[in-house]
């Protein structure tokens, strides 16, 4: 909003501060955080009050677990408040790449918002069925890709390559909402330990703020053999706003948690970071930034395929966070050793630049 006042001003005196994406990045943070802080103790204050009893605890899961009975749930809403209120204020609201992510975001989080409802409610841990909840999800996702496929094609781009890329043509849109949903599941499947999912997002966000401000800017894009993807540049605002917002609720979250993020926030931060990478033609690169929630996810899948064939777990519990929990490791050693982990993922997937 600020960004199209100031453009019908003619970015005149201080005004020209909000033509630069890294100002406006830069001011996001600090508004999403701002906002995230002001809020959360009222915020907090009003789900405690309104859950009760709090988000359901699963009783086959680490005994310690048990403490956190009580804790309200659906700490994502502030999350989604305030990064929602930073990206109106400061991103160009004419760029269609911002509705495409805001759409997801902000649809993301009402299914989960309904998931952790339904929770409540019922005191169970089972929630919106998960097939409801999987075709609510591609729905969004679908018309988001869509909305991207327009705007820049639909070729898988390779990392270490000078601009190689696989052209999926009609397959792209159904390539480009399995990400999303992938990755908001990857998320949410994350977020079981206090501050676990929080962080690496913050992290991520922080990659692909850089990688979709140099994919948005042709002579950087060029420079690195990256695809240039005109005003994906854009979204280094809306990264701004994620890291924001989730440093303020990490304020709230980090252990003892006074709050939960619940559905309502891991599918919604999951559901952007996949929009955003699909935006940027760098999926597969999201699946290293991201490592740490494709190795959760990818822990369930192996655990339930194993279980329903040989009667045999082969993790203790899954996702893999609750096995290291169960071989004797505390709940602040997995979250900062997985911490650490996301942070060299991400390393990782920013190398992929420069190595081509």
Partial sequence: MLYWIAEHLGFQGLLNLIRYQSFRTGA??????????????????????????????????????LAKRGTPTM???????????????????????????????LGFGAIGFLDDYDKVRKATTAGVPGRVRLLLEFIIAGIAAWIIMRQNGTGLYLPFTNRMYIELWYFYPLFAAFTI??????????????GLATMPVIIASVAFMVIVYLAGNVKFAEYLGIQHVPGAGELAIFCGAVVGAGLAFLWFNAPPAAVFMGDTGSLALGGALGTIAVVAHHEIV??????????????????????????????????IHHHFEQLGWSEPTVVIRFWIIAFVLALAGLSTLKLR
């Fill in 28 to 65: 996001a943070v600090a508004t999403a955080l701002f906002i995230g802080l002001i809020i959360g103790p009222k915020f907090i204050g009003w789900l405690r009050v309104r859950q009760g009893k709090g988000q359901p605890i699963r009783a086959d899961g680490p005994q310690t677990h």
């Fill in 286 to 319: 999201l699946g290293i930034i991201g490592g740490l929630f494709v190795v959760e996810a990818m822990s369930v899948i192996i655990q339930v395929f194993f279980y329903k064939r040989t009667g045999r777990r082969v993790f203790k519990m899954a996702p």
């Fill in 181 to 194: 949903v992938a990755f908001g599941n990857a998320v949410n499947l994350t977020d079981g330990l206090d």
């Fill in 75 to 105: 700490g994502g809403l502030m999350i989604l408040t305030a990064m929602s209120l930073a990206i109106l204020l400061w991103m160009d609201i004419s760029n269609p790449y911002v509705w495409a992510c805001l759409f997801v975001t």
